[in-house]
């Protein structure tokens, strides 16, 4: 069955660290990849999809991914790490089935000061 | 441009009962989806519609329903309620079927007694 695996389902940085999250699908066929960002009480925002044109990709808020074939991946990075950017983030496939997403199971950023 | 909303954001029903309930699209956009998040099985997609059809359809009982209407505006419906029913749902709508991005809304959140 087609799945998406976030390792780890805490990560915590420092302020103004480095922000990766991993993401990993099962599939030899790539799918449409996605990632995105719930804050509480909110729904979800996209922060980037994978389009197969490039294979880094640049979302909102400074956040980008890789999109790595070989690996099957496609880890979430951020540079510096904000206070704002704490809260929990999906990362998601399509495989063109509509519109159907299959979501990982989430990873919480948190972010001390 | 409005996003998606949802109605109501908060809904307390028993076991047996029924619930529906509604999502609007933003404008322009023919395609809803419906996903269900709980803590214990994460987010998993319940169905799409698209040009008021079914397009798509996760792996929940029948008693989880949805239609759309000519303006885009769709609805979910579970009937006989469970107390495993108490999710947050989340609806989402993108201009066309297919791997386009989806916008979510704030969700329903619905607590079974």
């Known amino acids: 069955a087609q799945s998406v695996t976030q390792l780890g389902s805490h990560v915590s940085v420092s302020e103004g660290a480095l922000v990766l999250l991993r993401c990993n699908y099962s599939?030899?066929?790539?799918?449409?990849l996605f990632w995105y960002v719930q804050y509480p009480n909110q729904g979800l925002q996209l922060l980037l999809k994978?389009?197969?044109?490039?294979?880094l990709v640049k979302g909102i808020n400074g956040f980008e991914a890789e999109f790595k074939k070989s690996e099957t991946s496609f880890h979430l990075t951020k540079p510096s790490a904000h206070m704002s950017d704490a809260a929990e983030y999906f990362c998601?496939?399509?495989?063109?089935?509509?519109?159907?997403?299959?979501f990982g199971q989430g990873t919480e950023l948190s972010v001390k000061p | 441009k409005a996003g998606v909303t949802q109605t109501p954001r908060y809904l307390i029903k028993t076991r047996g009962q029924q619930v529906t309930l509604s999502c609007s699209p933003i404008?322009?956009?023919?395609?809803v989806s419906w996903y269900q998040q709980t803590p214990g099985q994460g987010l998993q997609f319940l169905f799409e519609?698209?040009?008021?059809?079914?397009?798509n359809k996760g792996n929940f009982p029948g008693r989880f329903s949805g239609r759309q209407f000519s303006n885009s505006r769709s609805e979910m419906n579970v009937s006989t309620l469970e107390l495993g029913d108490s999710a947050l749902y989340l609806c989402?709508?993108?201009?066309?079927?297919?791997?386009?991005?989806?916008?979510f809304g704030p969700g329903t959140r619905l607590l079974v007694l």
């Open positions: 404008s322009g956009h023919r395609s």
């Open positions: 998601a496939v399509s495989y063109n089935q509509g519109g159907k997403l299959i």
């Open positions: 599939s030899s066929v790539p799918p449409y």
């Open positions: 994978y389009t197969s044109a490039a294979t």
């Open positions: 519609y698209f040009s008021e059809t079914q397009r």
């Open positions: 989402a709508s993108s201009l066309e079927i297919g791997t386009e991005k989806q916008y």
